[in-house]
């Protein structure tokens, strides 16, 4: 069953609205890329920044007073007109919200154990530890709303953001809800970055998926949040829909993919399965494509596994760097946007941004030249794939909305 992606927020390095992000991805604008100095040691990294100034919360959300939740409130005031039309049609307890994230507020809890470690064990009097907990978003979005349906957060890692809108659509489904609040956000923080570059997972240059000469992952922030309902609006009939979803947990290692793909190509039958399409249908996919040896090895895998190399396919982070929580969702909306006709009115694809380096040794896949575009008559459908540590892997199909 088809649910609709009524209306979509969003946020990234490619601009803070849906018209911005749209001209910089299908033109394929690499510059919000820029380094960051001292938030590692001796190291300067590529990553992706909201550039746009953020909102600031109330008095009374002080509590939530953080970027990642003023990232989400960016998104969620883009889509303000559906999300009243919501309230009305279905009543606020019928309303719910799932929010992916893997940083919550740690940024600022860093900062203050920081301060805390300057000044004799004593946080600082804004200190408050309920902004680093994971389920903060989802609990500042039904505070900020006033939305009294079922409210709570994912943290899969890469994965979040999907999973939230996996979970949307089976909620949904369940007749537990009438609409869902769901995406995903992640902002930057000195301990995410720190983190990967223990790992030796972070390339100092502009990350380049697939390529022979990749060296890892760019970090970015953002947030995407969609409105998920069973039934169509009337304020916009082309808004795409979200047909098939799936998922698997091959709990292979955790840090590292299982090395053929097996449970990403899992992921990817289920979502197909789910929407009753063979594999034929796929007209795109938006590749997790994060530019580390193991991932685009095995996700070569897995994709020509399911596929060969018949479907155009891109990563789109070398855009916006790797969003980790946010990266499901904003690569779903990646997707939206390229099935919208107001966004999109070239049925342009998201070009894959790398040296031309072929690895020999990856499976072939078809990656998207600039101005490759939609090529056969609708309907569309548009896949896009996250997988995350621990073996988590997802998949999502969207179509357009007369599909």
Known sequence: MSMYLQALGLNCALGH????????????DCSG??????????????????QAVLPELDEHLQVHATRNNQLL???ALQITDAIDIAIECYGRQRIAVIIGTSTSGIHEAGLHIAERARNNNVFPAAYNYHQQELADPAVFLSKWLQLTGPSYSISTACTSGARALISAKR?????LCDAVLCGGVDSLCRLTLNGFSSLEAISAELCNPFSANRQGINIGEGAALFLMT?????????????????????????SAPQPQGLGASQA??????????????INYINLHGTATQHNDAMESQAVFRVFTDSVPCSSTKPMTGHTLGAAGALEAAFCWLSLHPR???????????????????????????????????????????SF????NNTSLILGEASC
């Not at 009939?237 to 799936?246: D, E, I, M, Q």
């Open 73 to 75: 409130m960016a998104a």
């Open 17 to 28: 609205d849906k018209a911005r992000v749209a001209k910089g991805l299908f033109t394929g």
């Open 33 to 50: 890329m820029q380094p960051v100095l001292d938030w590692v040691p001796e190291q300067s990294l590529i990553c992706g920044q909201v």
């Open 171 to 175: 909620m949904l489904q369940a007749g």
């Open 388 to 391: 995350a540590f621990g073996g």
């Open 343 to 385: 966004y999109n009115p070239k049925s342009l694809l998201p070009a894959h941004l790398w040296d031309g380096c072929v690895d020999e040794s990856l499976s072939p896949i078809q990656l998207c030249d600039r101005q490759q575009g939609l090529t056969t008559a609708a309907p569309h459908w548009l896949m896009s794939n």
């Open 230 to 254: 069973r039934e169509a609006f009337s304020m916009d009939s082309t808004a795409p829909v979200l047909a098939g979803v799936g998922a698997s947990s091959d709990a292979y290692h955790i």
């Open 268 to 281: 990817m039958l289920a979502a197909l399965a789910d929407a009753q399409l063979p594999a034929s249908a």
